[in-house]
């Protein structure tokens, strides 16, 4: 390239706008630059950013006179066309600034900016020689504990100080502090293994002497199960659930590793001896599961989106397993999306065995640093590592060269959905236009599919397979509907379990299996009431009640965090007659304590898994038979499969039903039979039992029969009459305000502005159901537009209106958040 020539590059940075920027390259770097590089550019009068370079041109720009970037950080592009394209996609359709796209896509390790703070690795240990300029920052770092780039760049007395830090990050002696926040614990699970003190004949002379000794049968019997299995999975070590899954006692377990005979040992598991992939095949398909298989490859010459219908513990997951071997064998990558991964212990042990070092797990609680492994691997297309992606929404977001079928499973979940911060996207309908865009396919797997998605089967847009068996032929659960307003008239109540439901707790733990319970609602109680006078303690800043936590003896706020010591009288009129409504996961876990006192019960919801190995913790404990009853929140619906659970209960089915949200039948049926679905997955039929206030509501009822079908044609009726997904698209409009009477005033305003152009589309403005939040009150406005309509004219419009209310100078301080297509 003639390194005089005049270049120009258009790159993204990584705020909040629109458009992209122009920047001159200086000539020395002419021969340098190249699309999809990051650059160190300043912006504004004294901040410098990372940003990507998108295009490279000649163009002298019109509007004003383009600064010089000022380094080039990357040998070789980090980004590719297709992710490009992607990008501006999301920020199209979603509406959402370019700058927000790349700030959710990219690790923030590749996003160094003036703001920007630093601190000395925990794990550095001076003796690395360094060059004089990264002397000086670890020095300065020593001194001061953390410095933003901007100050560490007045330190040294340099422009930009990115390219140096960029070094010391890689050579782990500093840490950026978003990094340090985001620290991942690798996942850990115990493992047994023989004690690597005994030889094979050592081995073997303590089989003999246990075999011999008719007081040790068990811990013959103990250790011949685990040579076995150890054979089975060709490894060194066995986890310690599936022993006590095949009938080892934990007793025996123990007193083999107090004898010195085996080893129980903490290993993660993204570091566990790989098996090589050629050494082991997958199951063999069930008769319905390969018919399934061979029609998704039949529907996938024709369409490439398939839809796999399948009731819970059908066995989807090996229909995937299938498909992705064969994938990876054609030298493709594979993309495996799960709505939180937080929740996938179990299918990344299942598929380890199989694809071995071919996996990589990308999450945002992952490190920066294995981000950037798995991001780079990615890119290169290397052929023997991280070839499979098991990831949540972020990973859509990949650098994939190669991509050949991305699997969305559990595709109804929520999940899926970004709320904030803004891009607001969907991964599940991202993954679409990211497999067209790499001429991929896509396989949606679920028993209970979106509306949207079902319609689009029903319709022929997309493949549809069936999967209407569970595997081995077991049973779907038997389910049960107690009536709550019945048992409370006949005093047959116990606390908020119906003496039902006790009794068949009660039986279960008789037989020893164990109990899933369901309410979605953590805390103690939703709701203290002044019996005299109806006061109720409401937080400071949103306009929600307070909900009562027991264990910390508060009153919080589930939306702005806020807490406040509970109140022994009214200090409204003075009552010391306070009494608490309704229950949440924290009160059932109390009341049982009392009605099954020899059980072993745990809670799941957010309360007990902030700590980000509490979750694999309780889930390891429940899998191995440590705990009898489990309490849970949402968290307990999703995919998880014990073998041992043969009952669920669901406390309270009109509290999801009663929601005010068109999707609250669909979010209802999902969520009571995916957790019913946690019943009864081994030989035995499970059982399912539903207190309700409304036994012959027609979604109970719809539960009750596992008739997803019914269901689907029911309401698919409602949304058509009532103008929603999937006939109609919608556009979330949610504007914010400190004060309440300019927030009015705007909503009005805008509102009537949208009315103008869109007519009987535009419903509200309305308050939502919480109309302040942290201080900030809110208005709602729903744009309701024919799925026909041409998508990209209707937010053309809507962006020109927003432009225009903004432009003026009373609505400058108005905020206005987007949500296309809200969960």
Not at 161 to 172: A, E, F, G, T
Not at 345 to 364: A, E, K, P
Not at 632 to 660: E, Y
Request: aromatic share 8%.
């Amino acid at each position: 390239m003639d390194e005089r020539k005049t270049l120009f590059v258009d790159v993204i940075l990584p705020i909040p706008v629109h458009r992209e920027f122009t920047y001159r390259v200086p000539y020395e770097m002419n021969d340098f630059i190249q699309e999809g590089v990051r650059v160190v550019v300043p912006f504004g009068k004294s901040k410098f950013y990372t940003a990507v370079v998108t295009k490279l041109h000649t163009q002298i720009p019109k509007d004003y006179t383009a600064k010089y970037l000022e380094l080039i950080l990357d040998e070789a592009p980090i980004i590719t066309g297709n992710q490009y394209a992607f990008w501006k996609w999301i920020a199209k359709y979603y509406m959402a600034p370019i700058g927000d796209v790349l700030n959710a896509a990219l690790p923030a390790n590749f996003k160094l900016a003036s703001e920007t703070k630093v601190l000395i690795h925990p794990d550095f240990e001076r003796g690395e020689e360094l060059h004089e300029k990264e002397l000086e920052i670890v020095d300065a770092l020593e001194i001061r504990g953390e410095l933003t780039l901007k100050e560490l760049a007045e330190i040294l007395q340099v422009k930009n100080v990115q390219s140096i830090v960029k070094r010391l990050i890689d050579k782990s002696i500093v840490i950026t502090q978003e990094e340090l926040n985001q620290k991942y614990t690798p996942k850990k699970e115990s493992f047994v293994g023989i004690n690597p003190v005994f030889s094979e004949d050592e081995l073997n002379d303590v089989l003999t002497t246990l075999e011999n000794n008719k007081s040790k049968a068990s811990q013959f019997e103990g250790l011949l199960l685990l040579l076995k299995l150890k054979a089975d999975l060709k490894d060194i070590y066995v986890p310690k659930k599936r022993l006590l899954e095949e009938g080892l006692s934990a007793s025996t377990l123990s007193t083999l590793e107090k004898n010195g005979y085996v080893v129980i040992e903490k290993l993660e598991i993204s570091r566990l001896k790989q098996v090589n992939a050629e050494d082991n095949h997958l199951k063999e398909l069930s008769e319905e599961q390969d018919l399934a298989f061979n029609q998704i490859k039949q529907l996938f010459e024709n369409h490439f989106v398939t839809l796999l219908h399948g009731v819970t513990g059908s066995g989807k997951t090996e229909v995937y397993m299938k498909l992705i071997k064969e994938q990876l064998d054609e030298g493709k990558q594979v993309l495996f999306l799960l709505p939180e991964i937080a929740l996938t212990t179990q299918l990344i042990q299942r598929l380890s065995v199989y694809f071995g070092d071919l996996i990589g797990v990308y999450h945002s609680k992952f490190n920066q640093n294995e981000r950037v492994e798995i991001w780079n691997n990615v890119l290169a297309n290397n052929p023997s590592k991280f070839r499979l992606i098991v990831g949540a929404r972020s990973s859509v977001f990949l650098p994939f060269k190669n991509l050949g079928l991305i699997i969305v499973d559990e595709e109804h979940e929520s999940s899926f959905k970004q709320y904030d911060p803004s891009p607001r996207y969907n991964a599940r309908d991202a993954a679409l236009v990211l497999a067209k865009l790499h001429q991929a396919k896509v396989l949606l797997g679920s028993a209970t599919p979106a509306m949207e998605t079902y319609y689009n089967a029903q319709t022929g847009k997309y493949g549809l397979v069936e999967l209407n068996k569970r595997y081995s032929g077991v049973q779907l659960p038997e389910i049960l509907c107690v009536d709550l307003r019945k048992a409370r008239r006949q005093n047959s109540m116990q606390s908020d379990f119906s003496v039902f439901l006790v009794d068949e707790m009660r039986t279960t733990l008789a037989k020893g299996k164990q109990i899933i319970l369901f309410q979605n609602r953590r805390g103690y109680t939703p709701l203290w009431m002044c019996e005299i006078c109806h006061w109720t303690p409401r937080c400071v800043n949103c306009d929600v009640s307070l909900t009562y936590h027991k264990h910390t003896n508060s009153l919080k706020c589930h939306y702005c965090g806020h807490i406040q010591a509970p109140m022994g009288t009214c200090p409204s009129c003075g009552s010391t007659r306070i009494k608490m409504l309704g229950f949440g996961t924290e009160k059932i876990e109390d009341d049982l304590q009392d009605i099954l006192p020899s059980a072993t019960i745990q809670r799941l919801d957010l309360d007990t898994t902030r700590n980000k190995n509490a979750y694999e913790t309780i889930l390891n404990n429940f899998g191995s038979g440590e705990i009898d009853i489990l309490i849970g929140t949402q968290m307990v619906s999703k995919g998880l499969d014990f073998k041992n659970v043969a009952l669920v209960g669901i406390l309270d089915a009109d509290m999801m039903l009663n929601r005010s949200d068109f999707r609250a039948f669909e979010r209802s049926f999902q969520l009571m039979s995916q957790v019913a679905g946690r019943a009864g997955r081994d030989k035995e039929r499970g059982k399912v039992i539903i207190q309700t206030g409304d036994p012959e509501h027609w979604v109970i009822q719809k539960v009750h029969e596992h008739d997803y079908i019914g269901f689907y044609k029911h309401e698919i009726i409602e949304r058509k009459n009532f103008f929603y997904p999937p006939y109609y698209k919608i556009i979330t409009i949610l504007l914010k305000h400190k004060d309440e009477n300019v927030l009015n005033r705007g909503a009005n305003e805008f509102a009537n502005a949208l009315k103008g152009v869109f007519k009987e589309r535009v419903l509200g403005p309305e308050y939502p159901s919480i109309k302040r939040i942290q201080n900030t009150y809110l208005k709602q406005i729903i744009l309701k537009i024919e799925r026909d309509a041409p998508d990209s004219k209707v937010k053309e419009k809507v962006n020109e209106l927003i432009d225009l209310f903004l432009s003026q100078a009373n609505n400058k301080s108005i905020k206005i958040v987007l949500d296309v297509d809200p969960a």
